[in-house]
């Protein structure tokens, strides 16, 4: 039977430098888990000051490891990135970041409800 879980917040913003990110640790015996991450975005035209490609990195944990990459995905190739690990999965994270310069441009992605067994 599905379950559904929520991230603390349904999306994850940013601004400056480096990253910003969201950890949930998941029920005990998570499998199967899901989610989506969309509204992933890039500006790449327009005034230098207020470009940006908006870089998700997705990794989780499971019983035996920790923060294992799942995958990178870059607003100027993608809009949404979907997670899906049949296994256990203890916590899944999401982190956002800006691949140009501009610290003053502020990020954001949305978050799915997450579904798992």
Not at 14 to 24: E, L, P
Not at 32 to 51: H, S
Not at 59 to 72: C, K, N, Q, R, V
Request: with cysteine.
């Amino acid at each position: 039977v599905a379950q559904y879980a929520s991230f603390p917040q349904a999306a994850l913003s940013h601004v400056g430098a480096g990253s910003t990110s969201i950890i949930k640790v998941m029920p005990e015996g998570s499998s199967g888990v899901a989610f989506e991450v969309t509204e992933i975005g890039a500006r790449l035209t327009g005034a230098n000051r207020t470009r940006y490609i908006e870089v998700v990195e997705i990794y989780y944990s499971t019983p035996l490891a920790e923060d294992i990459l799942f995958g990178t995905f870059s607003g100027d190739e993608v809009s949404s990135a979907a997670f899906y690990v049949s296994g256990e999965v203890t916590s899944i994270g999401v982190s956002l970041s800006n691949a140009l310069p501009n610290v003053n441009v502020a990020l954001n992605v949305t978050l799915s409800d997450i579904t798992y067994c």
